[in-house]
Structure formats: structure tokens, C-alpha cells
């Protein structure tokens, strides 16, 4: 046995939405012992349902998009298929969203397969967007890389403060890889994060423009003593096209806010379309921050 094999599988069960606790462990107390001296035990999996419906409330604020409440519907059986529905209805000052995906049980090659539609109005750095959507996607883990293979399609209306409206639309299949070298998933402090994207869109399949869009991000953790951590970030990004006309906003690039560039209000940096910022097609940052724990949660 490995105690490294026992915690995968631990971890890939709990990670499925049936189970709301998984704990695996040896039965030490059934094994058995032969002749040569190899012991054999069985391995024993405590599992606890998840509630076939939750419902949940929530409210808050953010620096990028302000105060907000939010409705999530979730079931793990939808049918009684094994389907995940996951679903919901957010409220932002400047963003309102409603989506609603539906995940099938893993195959045999443990792939996630899902579509889901969502429908979304935003009103950020004197542009506002009125976007509806729907796609599928399948996900799968290869040892440290997770492959994302979706296909979507978006209607854009596109309206710029001090300039004229745009509709955009776009039918794009798309790849992400991450590779993942860290020590802990949810708060690392130390290892490595590389992800690489592809997708495009073609007029003679259902999109307003041509262009092959392609994104890389790299993210670097050192550890400083016992409580601080240096985080190193470069992202770069091109979107090939004749112009970023007629391209939706998903496929072009706008950054600034929390999570990108601090100091600089959400998705301030971009192209001057009016009075209003929008996406280009060119990105390129890099940054170095140094986060500081007070204790194990803060």
C-alpha cells in the first residue's frame, strides 16, 4: 500500500459531487499475515451522500464589480441520471448573470462531459454588454495536466459610450492544459502552475470573423520563512485577425483589478473605443507580490 494512492483516491471521490464525506483507510484490524510474513489488508471507504437539492442564499461585495447577492439551485441526480445541475442567478452592480450547466457522470476514461447556456449583462469601464451563450465541454485529468476541450457558441451586443453598438458572434472550439506542480491545490505556497489556450472562429462556421486566439499564463510560488510567499506571474495573449471588429470580448483581452493588475480598476487597461475601454488583441504582464499570513485562515 501507499499512502500517496490512498489519499488519490480519497481526493477523486470526494471530488465528484455524490459525496458530501469520503474517508478511506486500512482495516488493521482484518489483516492478515502469511507464511513469508506479507500482510494483506482490506482497504475500507466511509462515504456520506450529498442532499439530493440545495438551495442557497448569499450576498457580498467585491472591489471589481461591486455589492451582490446571489441564488444557487444544485442537485447531484437530476432525472435520477447521476446529472449535476448546477445553477444560478447572481445580481452585481455592474454585472448581472444567470447560467445553469449540467455534468454527466465521469466515463471510463474518467472524462467530464457537461453543456451548459448563460445569459449576462454588464455595464464596466462605460461599456456595456448583453451576451448570450451555450456550450460543451469535457474535462479530463492526465496525471498533473488537466485538459479542457469545449465548444461554444456566444451573441455579443457590444455598446461603447460615445460609440456606435456592435453585435459579435462567434462558434469557437477551444483547448486549455494546465499543469499543476504545487503543494496544496486550494492555498499554494510553494511549486509551479503553466496553462496554455488555444480557440478560434471562422466566418464559413457561424462567426462574425476570422481569428485564432492563443493565451499562456505562468505562476511561480516561493515561500518566504513560515508565513510569506512570493507569487511571480507573466501572461501573455495574441488574438490573430485582420481587426478586433465583430470579435466577442471573451476573445480579446482587457485587464486591470484585483487578480491581474492591482492598482488599476477592473478591466481599465484595454483599447479606447469612445469613452469606453474594450478588449484588444495584444497582452503581455508580468508582476511579483508578496502575500503575507497572519495565521493558518487569514
Same mark, same amino acid.
Given at each position: 500500500?501507499?499512502?500517496?494512492?490512498?489519499?488519490?483516491?480519497?481526493?477523486? /471521490?470526494?471530488?465528484?459531487?455524490?459525496?458530501?464525506?469520503?474517508?478511506?483507510?486500512?482495516?488493521?484490524?482484518?489483516?492478515?499475515?502469511?507464511?513469508?510474513?506479507?500482510? =494483506?489488508?482490506?482497504?475500507?471507504?466511509?462515504?456520506?451522500?450529498?442532499?439530493?437539492?440545495?438551495?442557497?442564499?448569499?450576498?457580498?461585495?467585491?472591489?471589481?464589480?461591486?455589492?451582490?447577492?446571489?441564488?444557487?439551485?444544485?442537485?447531484?441526480?437530476?432525472?435520477?441520471?447521476?446529472?449535476?445541475?448546477?445553477?444560478?442567478?447572481?445580481?452585481?452592480?455592474?454585472?448581472?448573470?444567470?447560467?445553469?450547466?449540467?455534468?454527466?457522470?465521469?466515463?471510463?476514461?474518467?472524462?467530464?462531459?457537461?453543456?451548459?447556456?448563460?445569459?449576462?449583462?454588464?455595464? $464596466?469601464?462605460?461599456?456595456? =454588454?448583453?451576451?448570450?451563450?451555450?456550450?460543451?465541454?469535457?474535462?479530463?485529468?492526465?496525471?498533473?495536466?488537466?485538459?479542457?476541450?469545449? /465548444?461554444?457558441?456566444?451573441?455579443?451586443?457590444?455598446?461603447?459610450?460615445?460609440?456606435?453598438?456592435?453585435?459579435?458572434?462567434?462558434?469557437?472550439?477551444?483547448?486549455?492544459?494546465?499543469?499543476?506542480?504545487?503543494?496544496?491545490? $486550494?492555498?499554494?505556497?510553494?511549486?509551479?502552475?503553466?496553462?496554455?489556450?488555444?480557440?478560434?472562429?471562422?466566418?464559413?462556421?457561424?462567426?462574425?470573423?476570422?481569428?485564432?486566439?492563443?493565451?499562456?499564463?505562468?505562476?511561480?510560488?516561493?515561500? /518566504?520563512?513560515?508565513?510569506?510567499?512570493?507569487?511571480?506571474?507573466?501572461?501573455?495573449?495574441?488574438?490573430?485577425?485582420?481587426?478586433?471588429?465583430?470579435?466577442?470580448?471573451?476573445?480579446?483581452?482587457?485587464?486591470?483589478?484585483?487578480?491581474?493588475?492591482?492598482?488599476?480598476?477592473?478591466?481599465?487597461?484595454?483599447?479606447?473605443?469612445?469613452?469606453?475601454?474594450?478588449?484588444?488583441?495584444?497582452?503581455?504582464?508580468?508582476?511579483?507580490?508578496?502575500?503575507?499570513?497572519?495565521?493558518?485562515?487569514?
Amino acid at each position: 500500500y501507499r499512502e500517496e494512492k490512498l489519499n488519490a483516491l480519497q481526493t477523486t /471521490l470526494q471530488s465528484t459531487p455524490y459525496f458530501a464525506s469520503v474517508q478511506t483507510l486500512l482495516d488493521r484490524a482484518a489483516a492478515e499475515t502469511d507464511a513469508d510474513g506479507n500482510a =494483506t489488508a482490506p482497504i475500507l471507504v466511509r462515504v456520506r451522500e450529498r442532499s439530493p437539492h440545495r438551495v442557497s442564499f448569499g450576498a457580498g461585495a467585491s472591489s471589481n464589480t461591486g455589492a451582490r447577492v446571489e441564488f444557487n439551485y444544485h442537485t447531484p441526480n437530476l432525472f435520477a441520471q447521476a446529472w449535476e445541475l448546477d445553477s444560478g442567478l447572481r445580481l452585481e452592480q455592474k454585472r448581472q448573470t444567470a447560467y445553469a450547466d449540467v455534468f454527466l457522470p465521469p466515463d471510463e476514461r474518467n472524462r467530464r462531459h457537461s453543456v451548459g447556456v448563460m445569459a449576462e449583462a454588464t455595464d $464596466i469601464q462605460n461599456l456595456k =454588454t448583453e451576451r448570450y451563450a451555450f456550450g460543451a465541454q469535457t474535462v479530463q485529468q492526465r496525471g498533473s495536466v488537466e485538459q479542457r476541450l469545449s /465548444l461554444n457558441w456566444q451573441n455579443e451586443q457590444r455598446d461603447p459610450d460615445g460609440a456606435a453598438p456592435v453585435t459579435s458572434r462567434a462558434l469557437v472550439p477551444n483547448g486549455v492544459w494546465t499543469w499543476r506542480h504545487v503543494d496544496s491545490l $486550494i492555498e499554494p505556497r510553494n511549486g509551479t502552475v503553466l496553462q496554455g489556450q488555444i480557440g478560434g472562429g471562422s466566418k464559413a462556421a457561424l462567426s462574425d470573423q476570422n481569428f485564432v486566439r492563443v493565451h499562456a499564463r505562468f505562476q511561480h510560488y516561493i515561500p /518566504l520563512g513560515r508565513v510569506d510567499t512570493l507569487t511571480l506571474r507573466g501572461e501573455v495573449g495574441y488574438t490573430l485577425a485582420d481587426s478586433r471588429q465583430r470579435i466577442p470580448q471573451d476573445y480579446l483581452f482587457r485587464t486591470g483589478g484585483a487578480g491581474s493588475v492591482r492598482g488599476y480598476a477592473y478591466q481599465s487597461l484595454g483599447i479606447k473605443e469612445g469613452n469606453a475601454t474594450v478588449g484588444g488583441r495584444y497582452l503581455g504582464i508580468v508582476s511579483a507580490e508578496v502575500t503575507h499570513w497572519l495565521d493558518e485562515a487569514w
